[in-house]
Nanobody, 128 residues
Framework: QVQLVESGGGLVQAGGSLRLSCAAS????????MGWFRQAPGQEREFLAA??????????YYANSVKGRFTVSRDNAKNTVFLQMNSLKPEDTAVYFC???????????????????WGQGTQVTVSS
């Protein structure tokens, strides 16, 4: 049974930083695309960032809304993916999810329906 467990969420002031972690029980973790999404109340799930193994190395992808502020990375030895979030804004407040899937087409990396496994989510609240 595959499990993704997020941690690291919490309450932070605007301008602050948080680092989210997602531990995955995947046997071939390094081959999976690992994505981060978020969902605010009344809004659709939004792609944030992803890391995917392609052509012998990892590539990273970012939504324009977080590019330059968020950084995705992973530690294959620990089956863990991270999302470092800096310069947080009140509009970053949401539940943050990690997801895993085999995604060969980089154009699909932003699509939530291409991911097979999801974590339970962790709340991030940014106060003004």
């Amino acid at each position: 049974q595959v499990q993704l467990v997020e941690s690291g969420g919490g309450l932070v002031q605007a301008g602050g930083s948080l680092r989210l972690s997602c531990a995955a029980s995947l046997r071939t973790f390094s081959r999976y695309a690992m994505g981060w999404f978020r969902q605010a109340p009344g809004q659709e799930r939004e792609f944030l960032a992803a890391v995917n193994w392609s052509g012998g190395s990892d590539s990273t992808y970012y939504a324009n809304s977080v590019k330059g502020r968020f950084t995705v990375s992973r530690d294959n030895a620990k089956n863990t993916v991270f999302l470092q979030m800096n310069s947080l804004k009140p509009e970053d407040t949401a539940v943050y999810f990690c997801a895993a899937g085999y995604i060969s087409d980089s154009r699909s990396i932003v699509r939530a329906n291409r991911y097979d496994y999801w974590g339970q989510g962790t709340q991030v609240t940014v106060s003004s």
